[in-house]
C-alpha cells in the first residue's frame, strides 16, 4: 500500500462547482498534513496545513480524519484559475520532517 | 522576502557526465530537503538536511548521488556519473519548523 493515496482524477469541473479531493494515508504516526497545488511545468505551493478540527480558508475547506487516515480537500465556486495538480502532502512526526507527496489529481476547471 | 532557488533550472547532460544542482533555501531555514519528481510518478524524498547535518539520505537512489550543505547554508546535489533514468525535475524546499516547507522552482534534469 502506498504512503499517501488519492483519487487518481483527473477531475472536470464547470466554472460554479464544487468540488472534492480525497486523500488517504498508511502511516498512523503521522503529524502533519498539508494539501498544496501544483501548476504545470511550476513547483508545489503550500495551499493550505489540515488540522484536527477542519479549517477553511476562503472558498477551500480542508478536514482531517485521524481515526480513518483520511484527508480531504473541498473546493467550492470553483475558478479557472483553481485549474491545477492537487497534492496531498503528510509528515512523520518526531524531529524528522520529511514530507510524503501523493501523486496528485489534476483538476481542469471550464468555462 | 527571497525564497528558495535552485540553479540551474534546466540542465542537459550526457550519460556518464557530471551535474551539480544548487540550492539557496529561505535565510534562516534550518531544514532542507531534496525532492525528485520523475515523469508521471510521485514528488519523491531524497533526503533532509538540519542545518549542515544529514538528519535522513533515505530517498537517495544509489552512491552516485552525493548531496552537501557545507555552513548550513546552501546545499549541493551531485549527481555522478549520471544515467538516463536520473532524468527528472530535483526540487529543494526549506522549512523552519514543522510547518509546511517552501519549494524552488525546481532543475529540470535530462540525461540524453
Known amino acids: 500500500r502506498k504512503e499517501v493515496e488519492q483519487d487518481p482524477g483527473p477531475f472536470n469541473v464547470p466554472e460554479g462547482a464544487t468540488v472534492a479531493f480525497n486523500c488517504t494515508y498508511s502511516?498512523?504516526?503521522?503529524?502533519?498534513f498539508f494539501w498544496y497545488r501544483q501548476d504545470c511545468r511550476k513547483e508545489p505551493k503550500l495551499l493550505m496545513s489540515?488540522?484536527?478540527s477542519g479549517n477553511e480558508d476562503g472558498r477551500f475547506t480542508a478536514q482531517l480524519n485521524r481515526a480513518s487516515q483520511y484527508i480531504s480537500l473541498l473546493i467550492r465556486d470553483s475558478k479557472l484559475s483553481d485549474s491545477a495538480t492537487y497534492l496531498c502532502?503528510?509528515?512523520?512526526?518526531?524531529?524528522?520532517?520529511?514530507?510524503?507527496f501523493g501523486k496528485g489529481t489534476l483538476l481542469t476547471v471550464n468555462p | 522576502e527571497a525564497g528558495v532557488t535552485q540553479f540551474p533550472s534546466h540542465s542537459v547532460i550526457e550519460k556518464g557526465q557530471t551535474v551539480t544542482l544548487r540550492c539557496d533555501p529561505i535565510?534562516?531555514?534550518?531544514?532542507l530537503y531534496w525532492y525528485r519528481r520523475v515523469m508521471g510518478k510521485e514528488i519523491k524524498f531524497l533526503l533532509h538536511?538540519?542545518?549542515?547535518?544529514?538528519?535522513?539520505e533515505s530517498g537517495m537512489p544509489n552512491n552516485r548521488f552525493l548531496a552537501e550543505r557545507t555552513g548550513g547554508t546552501y546545499s549541493t546535489l551531485k549527481v555522478q556519473p549520471a544515467e538516463l533514468e536520473d532524468s527528472g525535475v530535483y526540487f529543494c524546499?526549506?522549512?523552519?519548523?514543522?510547518?509546511?516547507?517552501?519549494f524552488g522552482q525546481g532543475t529540470r534534469l535530462t540525461v540524453v
Open positions: 538536511f538540519v542545518k549542515e547535518s544529514k538528519q535522513d
Open positions: 524546499a526549506s522549512s523552519q519548523n514543522a510547518g509546511g516547507a517552501f
Open positions: 502532502v503528510v509528515r512523520s512526526g518526531g524531529s524528522n520532517y520529511k514530507l510524503t
Open positions: 502511516n498512523s504516526a503521522s503529524q502533519s
Open positions: 535565510s534562516g531555514h534550518d531544514n
Open positions: 489540515v488540522y484536527s
